[in-house]
């Protein structure tokens, strides 16, 4: 590939992000740094600059480019912010937050996942991320509480050892639903007198298990 063909599938990812509502300037530029491309192998890879989900190992999905973004403008990071992100996944979503907060504390039950983020993460320079292969449905309590918590995958409810690890004034962002199909993205705001709840969009996101997984 060219440069000119390089920069023509760039300038493309950042159009439909910016089509999709993605238009915070700051996470436009994370985006724009974070090469998506290094985090999709085998025969997806042609494929890490169309706006779609794309399978990765462990059964598990690399969510679509216009979804990060926009699960990332409703945490609204700022730049002393700890982040704990629930599910690792590829790594992607915790680059491309890493670029916008202090710390990303992010798990994942799948121990292969974690081994090859964090691997990622090195290789890239991205030395503000702690990955760490653990139960994500109960948080981080040794690190809590966290500024902003992202889950990236679904429950049927806030699991209620993330909401007790936000901060007063945190939010979190989750999808919850009972089916694969019927999903909603939500915003928590953590308050004095307790939580603010604002539904955003309907997504599809795989399952929030408990426990560690076997592989």
Do not use: W
């Amino acid at each position: 590939m060219t440069e000119d063909e390089a920069a023509q599938i760039k300038m493309q990812f950042l159009y439909a992000l910016r089509s999709k509502g993605v238009t915070d300037a700051r996470i436009l530029s994370a985006m724009e740094r974070i090469d998506r491309g290094a985090f999709v192998r085998g025969i997806f890879a042609e494929r890490a600059y169309e706006d779609m989900p794309l399978p990765i190992a462990c059964g598990q999905t690399i969510s679509q480019p216009s979804v990060v973004g926009l699960m990332t403008q409703a945490l609204a990071v700022g730049p002393r912010d700890r982040v704990l992100e629930i599910g690792t996944g590829s790594g992607y979503q915790a680059a491309v937050l890493s670029l916008l907060c202090r710390r990303v504390y992010t798990v994942d039950r799948h121990r292969r996942l974690v081994r090859e983020a964090q691997a990622l993460f090195e290789a890239l320079h991205l030395p503000n991320i702690v990955a760490l292969a653990t139960d994500g449905s109960r948080g981080l309590p040794d690190q809590a509480p966290f500024d902003r918590i992202l889950v990236t995958a679904a429950a049927e409810d806030p699991p209620g050892p993330l909401l007790s690890q936000l901060k007063i004034g945190g939010i979190m962002v989750l999808p919850v639903g009972q089916s694969d199909t019927v999903q909603s993205l939500i915003r928590v705001t953590r308050l004095e007198t307790g939580f603010d709840y604002e539904e955003l969009r309907p997504v599809r996101f795989v399952p929030l298990v408990e426990g560690m997984a076997s592989d």
